[in-house]
């Protein structure tokens, strides 16, 4: 391939899970001959017979089956086909999967594949960010891949790990965001739990995840133009959150703007900026600012959604007001 795409990572990835242990397979609504609602499983029914398994429309079965079969030793892949359907399985995931070992002492090992944030036009119900509604959940981990190298190697970790993983790979990156090449060994890769200085900086650091990692990198390169130079911390995970990176990075620019496309009431943003007040807060020069969503259910009309979601352009304005403090 000449470049792959964020999406034909996550494939790939699935592709190489399958070949490598037989006791992974993929459970989901219309994800064998169909391929999936964004053919993240084009063509994998075909060459892996029997392992790329058509779901019913019930969210709820799907994760309780999964569990039933990691109990018996598999390694099942679930695909929402959006994140917001994922609430239909919720009881499922978070009193079932994610208490498990706590309860019996046996592995969970799913991953649920969420397909999250928005894209122009996919409205209110088709465009949720769901990191910070898992996250609040001891027993799972939340994986928040913002690059293609991470789609892939993040991805093969959490089939390889025997905690339940919530997989919140970005739609809007799916064909917005390629790479030349994809790790021949994705173990060297960072591992889970560790955030990645994204852009190197000394004037503030904007932590962000997922898709707003990209916006924040904009918004570091158009302040270069008023003299600053910016970091941009990558979480990569959001359960658990890599503090002791976060903490580093204020250390060294004294000033903090955590961005997420999410709603602000509770969420990752809240936390992050939490841990940095109580445990570093003699690092600060400025109070922590954060920048999410309007807190109004996710619009339809693309220029409504435009404004609705953090953008490079208001990540700059933000960071402008941080710097002036």
């Known amino acids: 391939m000449s470049s792959i795409t964020y999406l034909e990572a996550i494939r790939l990835a699935q592709q190489r899970a399958l070949k490598e242990d037989p006791r992974v397979f993929i459970y989901g609504q219309d994800i064998g001959a169909f391929g999936g609602a964004?053919?993240?499983?084009?063509?994998?029914?075909?060459?892996?017979?029997?392992?790329?398994?058509?779901?019913?429309i019930s969210e709820d079965a799907m994760v309780g089956l999964a569990i039933g079969a990691a109990i018996e030793g598999m390694r099942?892949?679930?695909?929402?086909?959006?994140?917001?359907?994922?609430?239909?399985?919720?009881?499922?995931?978070?009193?079932?999967?994610?208490?498990?070992?706590?309860?019996?002492?046996?592995?969970?090992?799913?991953?649920?594949?969420?397909?999250?944030?928005?894209?122009p036009g996919s409205g209110p119900f088709h465009s949720q960010s769901m990191e910070a509604i898992y996250a609040h959940y001891p027993g799972l981990v939340v994986m928040t891949p913002a690059t293609v190298e991470d789609a892939y190697t993040m991805l093969?970790?959490?089939?390889?790990?025997?905690?339940?993983?919530?997989?919140?790979?970005?739609?809007?990156?799916?064909?917005?965001?390629?790479?030349?090449?994809?790790?021949?060994?994705?173990?060297?890769?960072?591992?889970?739990?560790?955030?990645?200085?994204?852009?190197?900086?000394?004037?503030?650091?904007?932590?962000?995840?997922?898709?707003?990692?990209?916006?924040?990198?904009?918004?570091?390169?158009?302040?270069?133009?008023d003299g600053y130079d910016i970091e941009v911390v990558d979480?990569?995970?959001?359960?658990?959150?890599?503090?002791?990176?976060?903490?580093?990075?204020?250390?060294?620019?004294?000033?903090?703007?955590?961005?997420?496309?999410?709603?602000?009431?509770?969420?990752?943003?809240?936390?992050?900026?939490?841990?940095?007040?109580?445990?570093?807060?003699?690092?600060?020069?400025?109070?922590?600012?954060?920048?999410?969503a309007k807190e109004t259910p996710v619009p339809y009309h693309p220029a409504l959604w435009g404004t609705h979601r953090p953008t490079a352009s208001s990540v700059a304005n933000s960071l402008r007001q941080l710097l002036e403090l």
């Open 38 to 56: 964004f053919k993240a499983t084009k063509n994998l029914a075909k060459e892996f017979p029997g392992r790329v398994l058509d779901a019913p």
């Open 76 to 119: 099942p892949i679930v695909e929402m086909q959006f994140a917001d359907f994922s609430t239909c399985g919720f009881n499922q995931i978070v009193n079932q999967a994610a208490t498990l070992h706590y309860r019996t002492g046996t592995p969970c090992p799913i991953v649920v594949r969420l397909p999250s944030g928005g894209t």
């Open 156 to 225: 093969l970790e959490a089939i390889s790990i025997d905690d339940p993983v919530i997989f919140c790979e970005h739609k809007f990156l799916y064909y917005h965001l390629k790479a030349e090449s994809l790790p021949s060994a994705p173990a060297e890769a960072l591992p889970f739990g560790k955030a990645r200085i994204a852009r190197p900086g000394r004037d503030a650091t904007i932590v962000a995840y997922s898709a707003m990692v990209h916006e924040a990198l904009a918004a570091a390169e158009e302040l270069v133009q």
């Open 235 to 292: 979480l990569r995970t959001v359960r658990p959150i890599d503090t002791d990176t976060i903490l580093a990075s204020v250390a060294r620019t004294g000033r903090l703007l955590v961005v997420g496309e999410a709603w602000p009431w509770g969420g990752v943003a809240s936390e992050v900026i939490a841990r940095v007040a109580s445990e570093g807060f003699g690092l600060l020069d400025a109070p922590p600012q954060r920048l999410n």
